[in-house]
Nanobody, 121 residues
Framework: VQLQASGGGLVQAGGSLRLSCAAS????????LGWFRQAPGKEREFVSV????????NYADFVKGRFTISRDNAKNTLYLQMNSLKPEDTAVYYC???????????????WGQGTLVTVSS
């Protein structure tokens, strides 16, 4: 599967963005999907994951209550709604396909190219 993330941009603190991740391939609906991010000079970190059906989700503590992950299997698209953005949310955001439902990046085998989110103070 190929993944293409989009929707990043420059936003002021407190603002919102919605990231999308379009996928090719007929098996999109069979896999868990996740969002990760990497800030300049830092390691890539887990943000959120959603099960193949969309019925189960998990979030990193630093985004709980602010970000919402969702998916539309009919459209082969994954989403990340980001509200109440903070300057520390500035990073390149990546979508990825999970070998199974997991929060570890080592369990994700296909990655999109990333989309840059910049939050100004």
């Amino acid at each position: 599967v190929q993944l293409q993330a989009s929707g990043g941009g420059l936003v002021q603190a407190g603002g919102s963005l919605r990231l999308s991740c379009a996928a090719s391939g007929r098996t999109f609906g069979s896999y868990a999907l996740g969002w990760f991010r990497q800030a300049p000079g830092k390691e890539r970190e887990f943000v959120s994951v959603i099960s193949w059906s969309g019925g189960t989700t998990n979030y990193a503590d630093f985004v709980k209550g602010r970000f919402t992950i969702s998916r539309d299997n009919a459209k082969n698209t994954l989403y990340l709604q980001m509200n109440s953005l903070k300057p520390e949310d500035t990073a390149v955001y990546y979508c990825a396909r999970g070998l199974y439902y997991s929060i570890s990046s080592t369990n994700f085998d296909s990655w999109g190219q990333g989309t840059l989110v910049t939050v100004s103070s």
